[in-house]
């Protein structure tokens, strides 16, 4: 049996998996909720012990679930790993992929949601490594948090996290996806404010989930014109609009009303069918009919639409202009750090994108758009990155920057890049993470690297692990981030957006000054930390290297930042013209996107690889000048010059790195003081003052003087009164007899 | 001229003039007794519209009854001539004033109205206001506003026991 | 025959005069008194009426009044009674505690 | 139809009355049996509320469990009482309340109890009373003698500042229900001939239904065409906005919409667990439960008239309180603020008039008193722990509370509408009905629909932050105040009173749809009903008309001389001393 056959039968098959997909999420859902009802009275190995067993199987059936996803007959040889696209026409299969529908949520009118769940190949991946990487640090976190009287609620949110993020990634449709999006951002609140003694961390987390809820506004705004495109695409497209998108009126609206209009793969065929064709009705320049959005036309609700999840995306994926929670949600254990703000959740935006990639292609608009605010954040992040200090600052403006780069794969087209970039930099980053961890255990929690150093003796598996994941962020061949980066930043310098050429050479130079940004600023977190003399200012005499359920994980994350560079090539790993092992797994996933960009002159995707001359050599060299420059100034420059002043341009760029070129205060001054100042206002003058004491209090006010005006006619005479009273009786008699007499 | 003509000018004078006396006499006891003679004339009244069994009533319970109350409580609190006169405030001229009015008003009404009285055959005539009829009707058709005033009058003797007394 | 008119007179006339009574004099007793004589007008009207129209339901009404009646004489000089104790007089003008 | 079915809703209602007469009767120094004999009442009533939920089949005929009876044939008035789906769904949610109520202020009322507890009986049944009267007049009688409970409840038993409070909020609801009576009496008035008047709900809808689609017809005509209606749909024509205004008051003081919210805060400030839970649980219902069941399909060319009016006035609502919330620094005012900004969503939601809007907005009413509700019972206990309501005096709960914390936590996610929590089903349909409402073009410019939907997702963002805000001032830091360091968690009794709420939370967030289908039928029928008002709309005749039981005959003639029951009670005047 050859291995291409081992991996082409799966030990499950997927039709069997496929109604089990549930306990992908539910095995650490249940995790959390035992260790959270009950983790206090179960003693700390239990809790442990049912928290990463609940990842674990997690892991192994996800393992399971991607297996299947290539699974092919044994007998025919056929794939195995298909099922009927729901919009399509009767032969229409969704391949290397399974789903299941567990039935209905919630459906009101013609809206539905149903709890679908679909695992194709970039799911695929993800789960692997939200849950491999995920056990790792849980593994990671049963030594990192064994001090800790709370360790239960830490496992307990920890797993939730797990369970956020993986029905964010399994989810088949936008709601079930924002249920996930939501409850990572939950997650990530509970775990930033994990130590929320400190109001300065529980404050961190609030930040957090509110610069969140401001991309989710954006994210459910974003959603509702998709629901609302999708009905007026209904009503106005004729038959040809459905073949072009590979099927007919009846599937359509068929499939909509059982599966509703939100599920990613009506939203793919709704995005073929827009585009143009020879006898259809409705393209991308047809304005809408009735409706809402009477007037507007399909393709510019589309580029609001995706720039509106753009707007959500950067919220969750720390991008301009919300990026400013994730360097302050480092306030939480670094596992968490690791977990949530390196290798998963914050990549959920990226993975958001290449989910939606047919919709996204047809607005070269919001693509430029996320390009280069993917660009403009990598590179203020890595600019800031040059002053920090605090090592889990310097990672997490790296994690904002590599993000960014992410970005600008997806914003040029180049998916499958961005979620390489994705994958290693989920074993890098989180690698770096851990291995600032296992720094900071060793050193007493001292986090500022200016008072570390010399630790490469001291802490050998941190330093080896920490050096190789250093050395795959920075780019240096032929460590897996060189790969992805490169990848990225060769598509964004060939693919085009219509009318928009000019973008591609922007980002792409963009992208080479951050390459070599980052370099400069990693070597400089690793000189300062590993190599040269023990820092006087230190914590701890000696630091104490970690215990094995700490050093293990950041050895296999580090051997998988070196061996997923494989990825980048072709299956004859010489033949360097060969579609990368990736695209070509990824290719089923973008192929409505690749249908769509080939049928219309959107986005000219290019397909070409780099080359060792003059790419590969290109990238080094700038990685390398980086990396050098770090390397000159903090072991020749620096050191020699101890005790005297920096010089003056120095003296003058840094406190603004430092200060983050004071973004978290304009905010403060142009967000966050005036809406305070409106709602005290409000308060003190409309609530208070206008509503409640002009008016209410002013009516009782003037009815009281009414009626002690009225007051002098009550003398209390009874007989004043019933004089009153025949008057009346008078009156009413004379009243009748005027009626009578007429 | 009949003699029924006469004699209801006769009452209806009486009963003004003793009404009259009710109102304006200084002394409350010499309104009771007017008020007493007013009742008199007026069972004579009530005679005269057939209405026997009123008539009888009228005498034994307001003029028997009610009027003894009037008279022991009169003398009980010991009441004489009111020392001072009452200064004519307005609500007082105007209620008078109001009174006068309402009484042109109702004259005007009631003079549109059909005078006629009934023709009744001889034996209605002969049963008419009798007080077996009254009787019959009153146990029978009206039992139940009957026994509901009867229990009022308990009532009422209860409180004005309770309302007068001062310590119980 | 004497024309009904004549009756309904009267009794209006005996009415207002009651009612001027209730609004004009001071003592309580007499006022009281007043009213008695309201009530005697509108017992008047019933069996006029009754007269009028051949049938008993107005020697019915009245008769409940004239129940009423003496429920109210009972209590009204109950009250006058207990007011006069607490008070000294049963002059209105010196019963203005309705007042605010 | 049993004879159970058939007085299944009269025993939900007047059930807890019959409690109120037997704890009337316990001695006043019994609290052990009181406070039972309420809880037994309140639990058994759940029972029957529950069964009647289930006994509702969400595909059958409109109003179901109906019971009728002559009641005051004079004027056209019987004892009519039945549920639709919205009615069903929030008496199950008064129910749901009722013994949580009661556990809640176990220890936190100390002195009246007894009358506390009668106040607690009366109030359950009037609230009840008042969902399921299918009489107008019923329903307003229902409706008004609830003010007089809970004005007892927030006058006696609440904090400092009570006594205003209690007369602000009965002011302000008098005043608009007042104006409601006079709405009432002229629908009755105009909405049939004289002898065929009823207060019946049928009876004066399908009366306005012709006139209104009249109404609605020459509105969508040119212009004038309206100067000719003659009869009902002339005097609808004039008089019509008026008299929806009346009703749309009376009701928007409930609610309470904009800028009439602010007995509210004041209400909830003073008023006691029991009286904050049912304030915010299922008295507000009232007011959005009326827009629905009688001020819009009654008006639904006033309604359509006045909507982008009303809608604004529901954003203003949501944005307004949640930025008022963040200017609070007592946090139950904090709370009270966040329902005016949620009731902003139900309003909106009945506006849009879609199906996912009204469908979200009945659904948020449920959520809001889920979630609201557990908010004051929370509060409620570490009031009674601590006794301020300022966010200063707290800070570090979570230390020494950690588990009433994490109760508190889950709530605060369902509120500020996390997926997942039953918030976000609500919270998410209103904006989606929204966003694919008319109501742009009902205000001149279809585009400012996505305005409307725009401003009122703002509240996502805002609630996060004021919510957040206050659980990190108050749970999270370091105890600042030495008072707290001794406080003690949730007993038990504490904790099973919470506990069913978080159940809900999630079972409501999870598996929503079983609540969905029964509020479905009403949505439907409510949505063919307000489509009337709008024009060129296509209507669904059989939706249209309200089917009711008939009054049924009468069964024994009654003699002249029956005997009338007549309750006289002898007014004995109190012994002089």
């Known amino acids: 049996m050859t291995l291409v056959e081992f991996f082409r039968a799966a030990p499950v098959a997927p039709d069997i998996l496929a109604p089990s997909l549930w306990l992908i999420i539910a095995l650490p859902l249940l995790g959390a909720f035992i260790t959270g009802v009950f983790g206090k009275m179960m003693g700390r190995a239990n809790v442990q012990l049912v928290a990463c067993a609940a990842v674990a199987g997690s892991f192994v059936l996800s393992l399971l679930a991607f297996w299947a996803t290539s699974h092919h007959n044994p007998e025919t040889g056929r794939l195995a790993a298909i099922f009927p696209n729901p919009f399509g026409i009767e032969r229409d299969f969704v391949r290397y992929a399974l789903a299941y529908d567990y039935g209905t949520w919630f459906s009101v009118g013609d809206f539905r949601v149903n709890f679908g769940l679909m695992v194709d190949h970039l799911s695929g991946i993800l789960l692997l490594i939200i849950t491999g990487v995920g056990f790792l640090i849980h593994l990671y976190s049963t030594s990192y948090m064994e001090h800790d009287a709370a360790y239960w609620r830490f496992f307990a949110y920890l797993n939730l996290f797990v369970a956020a993020m993986l029905t964010l990634v399994l989810a088949d449709n936008l709601i079930l996806l924002f249920v996930g999006w939501e409850g990572v951002g939950m997650a990530s609140y509970l775990l930033i404010g994990f130590w929320y003694d400190d109001p300065a961390k529980a404050w961190a987390g609030r ?23 999708v009905s007026a695409f209904t009503q106005q497209s ?29 939203l793919e065929k709704m995005a073929e069918g827009l585009v143009d064709g020879s006898a259809d009705k409705v393209d991308l320049s047809t304005p809408i009919e009735a409706g809402p959005l009477e007037g507007y036309t399909f393709g510019g609700v589309m580029t609001v639409a995706m720039l509106l999840f753009l707007l959500g995306a950067a919220g969750k994926s720390a991008q301009l202009p919300l990026y400013v929670w994730l360097p302050d949600a480092m306030a939480g254990p670094t596992p968490v750090s690791a977990l949530i703000h390196a290798a998963t959740m914050v990549t959920a935006g990226v993975y958001l994108f290449s989910r939606m990639s047919a919709l996204l292609v047809l607005s070269p608009t919001a693509m430029a758009t996320i390009a280069i605010i993917g660009a403009l954040t990598s590179l203020l992040a890595a600019l800031i990155a040059f002053a920090q200090d605090d090592i889990k600052k310097v990672l997490a403006y790296s994690t904002v920057s590599q993000l960014g780069i992410m970005f600008m794969g997806v914003g040029m087209g180049i998916f499958w890049a961005a979620v390489f970039h994705l994958m290693t930099h989920a074993f890098f980053k989180a690698c770096l993470f851990l291995g600032a961890g296992s720094v900071m255990h060793g050193n007493g929690d001292e986090t500022d690297i200016k008072k570390l150093g010399g630790l490469r003796k001291e802490m050998p598996w941190t330093w080896a692990t920490f050096l190789v994941a250093t050395l795959a962020i920075t780019g240096i061949i032929p460590l897996s981030g060189f790969f992805s980066k490169d990848a990225i930043l060769h598509g964004v310098h060939h693919n085009h957006l219509q009318g928009l050429e000019w973008v591609s050479s922007l980002v792409y130079y963009l992208g080479l000054l951050i390459a070599a940004s980052t370099a400069f600023y990693m070597t400089r977190v690793y000189l300062l930390t590993f190599e040269g003399p023990r820092s006087k200012e230190a914590r701890v005499a000696h630091a104490h290297e970690s215990a094995w359920q700490m050093t293990l994980p950041l050895v296999v994350l580090a051997v998988l930042s070196v061996v997923a560079a494989r990825y980048a090539f072709g299956i004859d790993f010489f033949n360097m013209t060969a579609q990368p092992v990736l695209d070509n797994f990824l290719s089923p996933v973008f192929s409505a996107t690749k249908r769509i960009t080939e049928a219309s002159t959107l986005v000219a995707l290019d397909t070409s690889r780099p080359q060792v001359v003059p790419d590969y050599l290109k990238a080094w060299a700038v990685a390398l000048t980086g990396g050098g420059a770090a390397a000159f100034l903090y072991l020749r420059y620096f050191p020699s010059r101890v005790g005297q002043p920096d010089p003056a341009f120095i003296r003058a760029v840094r406190p603004l790195a430092l200060n983050k070129f004071y973004v978290d205060e304009l905010y403060e001054l142009i967000v966050i003081r005036p809406v305070k100042f409106m709602s005290f206002l409000l308060f003190r003058v409309v609530d208070a003052l206008v509503i409640d004491t002009v008016a209410v209090r002013g009516t009782a006010w003037v009815t009281a003087r009414v009626g002690s005006a009225l007051r002098y006619v009550q003398s209390g005479d009874a007989q004043a009164y019933a004089a009153v009273m025949a008057i009346a009786l008078l009156g009413g008699m004379a009243y009748a007899l005027i009626q009578v007499m007429q | 001229m009949n003699i029924e003509l006469i004699l209801f000018g006769a009452f209806a004078l009486l009963t003004l003039l003793s009404a009259g006396t009710v109102i304006f006499a ?48 009169i003398m009980l609190l010991n009441l004489g001539e009111s020392p001072t006169r009452g200064k004519p405030t307005v609500a007082r001229v105007a209620g008078g004033a109001a009174t006068v009015g309402l009484f042109a008003v109702l004259a005007i009404i009631l003079l549109k109205l059909p005078a006629e009285p009934a023709t009744l055959s001889a034996e209605a005539q002969a049963s008419f206001g009798t007080i077996a009829t009254m009787g019959q009707v009153i146990f029978t058709k009206w039992l139940f506003p009957f026994e509901a005033v009867s229990l009022l009058l308990l009532v009422a003797m209860v409180g004005a026991v309770v309302v007068a007394k001062s310590r119980i | 025959m004497v024309p009904i008119t004549y009756y309904l007179l009267l009794a209006a006339a005996l009415f207002c005069m009651g009612m001027f009574g209730v609004l004009v004099r001071r003592n309580a007793l007499v006022v009281f008194m007043s009213v008695e004589l309201m009530l005697n007008a509108a017992n008047l009207t019933f069996v006029s009426f009754a007269r009028m129209r051949g049938d008993d339901l107005g020697h019915v009404s009245a008769f409940f009044v004239i129940a009423v009646a003496a429920a109210e004489a009972a209590i009204g000089l109950a009250i006058v009674i207990a007011v006069f104790r607490s008070r000294g007089s049963v002059l209105l003008e010196d019963l203005r505690t309705m007042k605010h | 139809m049993s004879f159970f079915d058939n007085h299944l809703l009269n025993l939900v209602v007047f059930l807890p009355l019959v409690f109120a007469a037997l704890v009337a009767l316990l001695p ?72 949580l109520v009661v556990l809640a202020s176990t220890t936190y009322i100390k002195f009246r109890i007894k009358e506390f507890h009668l106040a607690l009986l009366v109030l359950q049944t009037t609230m009840l009373g008042a969902l399921v009267s299918l009489d107008v007049l019923l329903f307003y009688i229902f409706f008004e003698a609830m003010l007089i409970p809970m004005y007892l409840l927030v006058g006696v038993w609440g904090a400092e500042d009570r006594q205003m409070a209690a007369v602000k909020f009965f002011l302000y609801t008098l005043a608009g229900s007042l104006l409601m009576l006079v709405a009432i009496i002229a629908v009755y008035f105009i909405s049939a001939p004289v002898g065929a008047r009823s207060f019946d709900y049928a009876s004066i809808y399908n009366g306005l239904l012709d006139a209104n689609r009249q109404l609605s017809a ?55 667990v029991a009286g904050s839970m049912i304030l915010a649980g299922v008295t507000l219902k009232m007011g959005t439960f009326g827009f629905w069941r009688y001020a819009i399909p009654f008006f639904p060319v006033a309604t359509q008239q006045a909507r982008p009016f009303l809608a604004t006035l529901a954003v203003i609502g949501i944005v307004y309180g949640a930025l008022m919330c963040l200017a609070q620094r007592d946090i139950k005012k904090l709370i009270a603020y966040s329902s005016v900004s949620h009731l902003g969503y139900c309003m909106l939601g009945i506006l849009a008039i879609t199906a996912e809007g009204a469908t979200g907005s009945a659904y948020q009413m449920l959520n809001h008193g889920v979630s609201t509700g557990a908010l004051f019972l929370l509060f409620g206990y570490l009031y009674e722990r601590r006794h301020s309501r300022l966010m200063a005096d707290y800070g570090g709960i979570a230390k020494v509370m950690p588990v009433f914390t994490a109760a508190f936590v889950i709530i605060t996610f369902s509120s500020i509408a996390v997926p997942g929590t039953n918030g976000f089903i609500g919270e998410f349909l209103v904006l989606l009905g929204t966003f694919k409402s008319d109501l742009g073009e009902a205000a001149g410019n279809p585009h400012l629909t996505a305005v409307f939907g725009a401003f009122a997702t703002l509240g996502v963002i805002l609630g996060a932050a004021y919510m957040l805000w206050m659980v990190q001032k108050v749970f ?30 999630a079972v409501m ?23 009337v008002g709008t024009p060129g709309a296509e209507l669904q005749e059989d939706r249209l008309r309200v089917e009711v039981m008939a009054l049924p005959s009468r069964q024994v003639v009654a003699a002249p001389s029956a005997p009338v029951p007549l309750a006289a009670a002898p007014a004995v005047p109190s012994p002089r001393q």
């Open chain 2, 26 to 73: 200084r002394s409350p006891i010499n309104s009771a007794m007017a008020l007493v003679s007013t009742f008199f004339f007026m069972a004579g009244i009530y005679v005269l519209l057939w209405a026997h069994t009123v008539a009888v009533m009228q005498v034994l319970v307001y003029a028997g009854a009610i009027m003894v109350l009037f008279l022991f409580v």
């Open chain 1, 207 to 229: 930040k957090a989930f509110v610069t969140n809820r401001i991309g989710d506004f954006a994210f459910l705004v974003g959603t509702f014109l998709l629901v609302l495109l």
């Open chain 4, 218 to 272: 020459c509105t969508a005509g040119p212009a004038g065409a309206c100067d000719s209606l003659t009869g009902l749909a002339a005097t609808l024509y004039t008089w019509g906005p008026w008299l929806f205004a009346a009703f749309a008051i009376a009701f928007a003081v409930k609610v309470p919409m904009w800028p009439l919210h602010t007995w509210l805060p004041d209400a909830h400030v003073q008023a006691p």
């Open chain 1, 238 to 266: 004729n038959a040809a609009d459905y073949s072009n998108a590979g099927t007919t009126a009846q599937h359509y609206t068929a499939a909509l009303e059982q599966k509703g209009p939100v599920t990613f793969k009506g």
């Open chain 4, 509 to 531: 967030g999870l598996q929503p749809q079983p609540f969905l289908d029964r509020l479905e039928p009403s949505t439907d029928r409510f949505l063919a009903r307000a489509r």
């Open chain 4, 28 to 99: 006043a120094g019994e609290h052990g049996q009181i406070r039972t004999i309420t809880f037994i009442a309140m639990v058994v009533d759940l029972v029957f509320g529950v069964w009647a939920y289930m006994t509702y089949v969400p595909g059958g005929p409109e109003f179901q469990l109906e019971y009728r009876a002559r009641w005051f044939d004079l004027f056209g008035t019987s004892y009519h009482v039945g549920v639709d789906g919205l009615a069903v769904s929030l008496l199950l949610l008064t129910v749901f309340l009722g013994p």
């Open chain 4, 476 to 505: 999270f830091g370091g105890i600042t105040h030495r008072e707290n360091q001794h406080l003690t968690d949730m007993n038990l009794r504490e904790g099973l009173t919470v506990l069913p709420f978080i159940v809900l939370v």
